[in-house]
């Protein structure tokens, strides 16, 4: 299991079902979350340059589509 602490969300990455099952309290937290519809099946990444050009992560190949979290297009900005 893994978690983000991000600024406008939380992304927990791992076996909810799994979870559930030991802990009372991810439990409770799932249950929450499936009732408010507020669970995903992929990380959405995208660029800043390019918001609406997002990449749907939900294996570690996907990953690979977004170097640096970012996108594939040219975003004007050269690496060193």
Known sequence: MALSRARKGLYVIGNM????G???LWNGIIKQL???NQLVEALP????????NAIDA???EDFHKAPEG????DCGYDVF
């Open 58 to 60: 939900r294996t570690g």
């Open 70 to 73: 970012g996108c594939m297009l």
């Open 22 to 24: 030991a802990s009372s």
């Open 45 to 52: 990444l995208a660029c800043q340059n390019h918001p609406d």
């Open 17 to 20: 079902d799994q979870m559930a």
């Open 34 to 36: 499936r009732a408010n």
